[in-house]
């Protein structure tokens, strides 16, 4: 069971590089391309698992995303909102299938000019397939997301435009005091997620983020996680595939997982918090 979850994401992998390979054979790119110099965020993120039925879980999760200022890293201003809520089916322990909606609110960052607009919504349809597997005494994560999203610019006579994000990200969690996942645990997180787009917008630039991060977590009890990290992030800019934008994030999390059953069976440890 486990060398065919290896096999679906070698060829999901596979797939996105054959993609992106294929949209980068243009003669017009440039013959350099720019690096710019990294941002510094902070993430805050709240992640519910809400487990309704024994197979049935609502997913509600809302993250704030802060972005430095000329003054103030990290936290200097208020950058997005999310609201991503979801159902999803535990098909057994390995598998879990969601499906739901996301509305991100994106904030000015930049000087606002008089024909533009502080804040623009962002609408997104997304489905995930995530696979659980026990390795030892640590858990490792495949999980593959695409999201359907709309968004525009600040301007005001700007349009939204449609793009698709093709996901997948590899994740351990290693136990460090406890010999597993169970609570008073801590453990550390490491995870790198690949995030490729397209859509009639994404001429030259497919690689839209390289996600890097560490996280270090605390199993407070069955329903409490703590966590925190930091992420490094590059990727292309949509407007210019030639520009390349770095971002340090610190990631704060809290994942709690509420049982609304009446029963008492607990939620299986291996997506206490995924």
Same mark, same amino acid.
């Given at each position: 069971m486990q060398n065919h979850h290896w096999y679906r994401a070698g060829i999901f992998i596979f797939a996105m590089l054959f993609f992106w390979q294929a949209q980068a054979q243009d003669p017009d790119l440039p013959k350099t391309s720019k690096l710019k110099e990294p941002l510094t965020l902070l993430w805050v993120n709240t992640y519910g698992n809400i487990?309704?039925? @024994?197979? &049935?879980?609502w997913i509600a999760q809302t993250h704030f995303r802060f972005q430095q200022t000329d003054n103030v890293p990290f936290a200097g201003q208020i950058a997005q909102v999310y609201n991503r809520h979801a159902i999803s089916y535990l098909y057994?322990?390995?598998?879990? !299938?969601s499906l739901?909606?996301? &509305?991100?609110?994106? #904030?000015?960052?930049? @000087? !606002?000019?008089?024909?533009?607009?502080?804040?623009?919504?962002?609408?997104r349809i997304w489905h995930q397939y995530q696979f659980a597997m026990p390795l030892s005494r640590l858990m490792?994560?495949?999980?593959?997301r695409i999201e359907h999203r709309w968004s525009k610019? #600040?301007?005001?006579?700007s349009n939204y435009i449609y793009r698709n994000r093709w996901r997948y990200m590899l994740r351990m969690k290693i136990p460090l005091n406890k010999p597993k996942l169970s609570p008073h645990a801590i453990y550390v997180a490491p995870e790198a997620e690949i995030i490729m787009q397209s859509?009639?917008?994404v001429v030259d630039s497919p690689l839209e983020d *390289?996600? &890097? +991060? +560490?996280? *270090?977590?605390?199993?407070?009890?069955?329903?409490?996680?703590?966590a925190g990290g930091m992420m490094y992030s590059i990727g292309q800019e949509l407007t210019d595939?030639? !520009?390349?934008?770095?971002?340090?994030?610190?990631?704060?999390?809290?994942?709690? +997982?509420? @049982?609304w059953r009446k029963v008492k069976n607990k939620l299986p440890d291996i997506h206490r918090d995924e």
């Open positions: 487990r309704l039925t @024994d197979r &049935l879980f057994s322990k390995a598998l879990r !299938i739901g909606g996301v &509305l991100r609110v994106n #904030f000015n960052t930049d @000087d !606002i000019l008089p024909e533009e607009r502080t804040a623009v919504p962002e609408w490792v994560y495949h999980r593959i610019g #600040f301007s005001e006579q859509g009639k917008a *390289l996600r &890097l +991060t +560490t996280t *270090l977590g605390y199993i407070v009890n069955p329903r409490l996680t703590l595939g030639a !520009i390349y934008k770095q971002k340090w994030t610190i990631r704060l999390h809290a994942y709690f +997982t509420p @049982d």
